[in-house]
């Protein structure tokens, strides 16, 4: 933890997204941020100084989520094109393609353990998929319009989810049953999580309102109003004492969670901010918006307690009336506004069109000269020969494969295969992923091909 009393500072800010960047995930190990845009691409930003950063093309439609495993060997992604991808965040690049939902796949996220995936989509369901088996396990059907987000409980017996219909509800893994709804909402219900304790869970609006609810009781415990527009994403600090949240305002505000107040406005981002997330230890948060920006800043106000914090800006801020939060059965919730006098911060953001990491490119291989040759495919079920012509620019073979394959799949399809060289210089490629659809499920498995270009 920072061991003086700050303000957040702006730390560094990247450069590789194309479009609006959309979600955000530290690594375990705060060695690697990951970051999921409109531009269909996954960045893995290595956070060593000067260390290349890699883009992970697959992905066919808007990545909406993303999530580290605990042990940060995996990433999880979520996408519009239904398809939950996970990742190896090395320059290997593989991926392994789930699919079972019907519609855009909103949000997705690790349990605890790493042995679960939870996602939420637009075909009304929360669905949950065993990691280890790479296999869909069971849904979660009883919201009536679109799921935004489904989080775990940090010890995996609940699922916490919400959507367009207003609601955020908490389900039983154990039974796959609803045991509990919140409502009260203007308009949707944004984003959902658990605190570090697993007690409380936090909900945001397009009504511009964050939520804080005690499970244990199923009582509003908290209400805030400091947006001027729907908050679209929050984070809670590891030690459950601080929220952060972002805003199609602008802005992101930092919540004290134990004295109930409004402490900072961030401001960096030109448009709203779509992602915002705490790094594991609390030390940093990131910050993506529609601005295609990814900014990473500094927490520092987390290391002293909230008395220092009020004696430093005294000048710059009002205090709220004190809520009632000792109270474990509150008469009702307190609701808290923004002040005027808040501190307000508006670091200087360099132009993010200058120089940045250097960017590697998974997937997809430049060349500089027009060639045509032939394929050889193994599988270790015999083979099959392609004609195949190579331009200048993507190696990218388009043809349809179909393979019978004897253990549960009926065949092996895909109809665009990405083809890459493990080295410029030699013969033996990889094709980058292939479909299969396996009858148990619907789920589409990644097979690990080694092909041969002919002489």
Not at 98 to 122: I, M, N, P, Y
Not at 144 to 151: D, E, G, I, P, S
Not at 371 to 381: A, F, P, Y
Not at 413 to 432: D, F, G, N, Y
Request: with cysteine; glycine share 8%; hydrophobic share 35%.
């Amino acid at each position: 933890m920072a061991s003086v009393m700050e303000d957040p500072t702006l730390e560094r800010h990247f450069k590789g997204h194309k479009d609006v960047v959309s979600c955000a995930d530290f690594s375990p190990n705060n060695k690697q941020l990951a970051t999921g845009s409109c531009d269909k691409n996954l960045m893995i930003w290595n956070l060593t100084p000067k260390a290349r950063a890699f883009r992970f093309v697959g992905h066919t439609d808007i990545i909406t989520g993303v999530h580290f495993s605990p042990n940060g060997s995996l990433v999880a992604s979520s996408s519009r094109d239904q398809t939950v991808r996970l990742w190896t965040p090395s320059i290997k690049g593989e991926s392994t393609v789930f699919k079972a939902h019907t519609a855009s796949v909103r949000s997705v996220q690790f349990s605890s353990d790493g042995q679960r995936l939870v996602t939420a989509s637009d075909d009304k369901s929360v669905k949950v998929w065993g990691v280890e088996r790479k296999k869909f396990l069971y849904s979660l059907n009883r919201h009536t319009n679109w799921v935004r987000c489904a989080r775990f409980s940090p010890d995996g017996r609940l699922v916490a989810s919400c959507g367009d219909d207003r609601t955020v509800r908490l389900w039983d893994t154990s039974s796959r049953q609803c045991i509990n709804i919140f409502t009260d909402y203007g308009g949707s219900a944004t984003f959902v999580d658990f605190n570090s304790s697993g007690t409380c869970i936090a909900s945001s609006g397009a009504d511009n309102t964050l939520k804080i609810w005690d499970i244990r009781t199923n009582k509003l415990i908290q209400h805030y109003i400091v947006h001027s527009a729907g908050v679209n994403c929050f984070s809670f600090h590891p030690s459950g004492n601080y929220l952060i949240s972002g805003s199609s305002d602008s802005t992101m505000k930092i919540l004290d969670l134990l004295e109930g107040r409004l402490i900072y406005t961030l401001h960096g981002h030109k448009g709203p901010v779509l992602a915002v997330a705490f790094s594991r230890d609390g030390d940093l948060f990131a910050s993506g918006g529609a601005d295609s920006q990814v900014l990473m800043w500094k927490t520092n106000f987390d290391s002293l307690n909230y008395k220092v914090l009020l004696s430093r800006h005294r000048k710059r801020v009002t205090p709220d009336p004190p809520p009632h939060l000792m109270d474990i059965y509150p008469r009702s919730h307190h609701r808290h506004s923004a002040q005027n006098g808040t501190v307000e911060i508006h670091p200087i953001v360099a132009d993010t069109q200058s120089g940045d990491p250097q960017v590697v490119e998974v997937g997809r291989v430049l060349f500089s000269t027009a060639m045509s040759g032939s394929l050889r495919v193994e599988l270790g079920l015999g083979g099959f020969d392609r004609n195949f012509e190579r331009r200048q620019g993507p190696a990218e073979v388009h043809f349809t494969i179909k393979l019978h394959i004897p253990s549960r799949a009926s065949s092996c399809e895909s109809k665009h295969l990405i083809v890459r060289p493990q080295k410029a210089e030699e013969r033996m490629w990889t094709l980058s992923w292939c479909e299969q659809q396996f009858a148990d499920g619907g789920l589409i498995q990644h097979v690990s091909m080694r092909c041969q270009l002919a002489a």
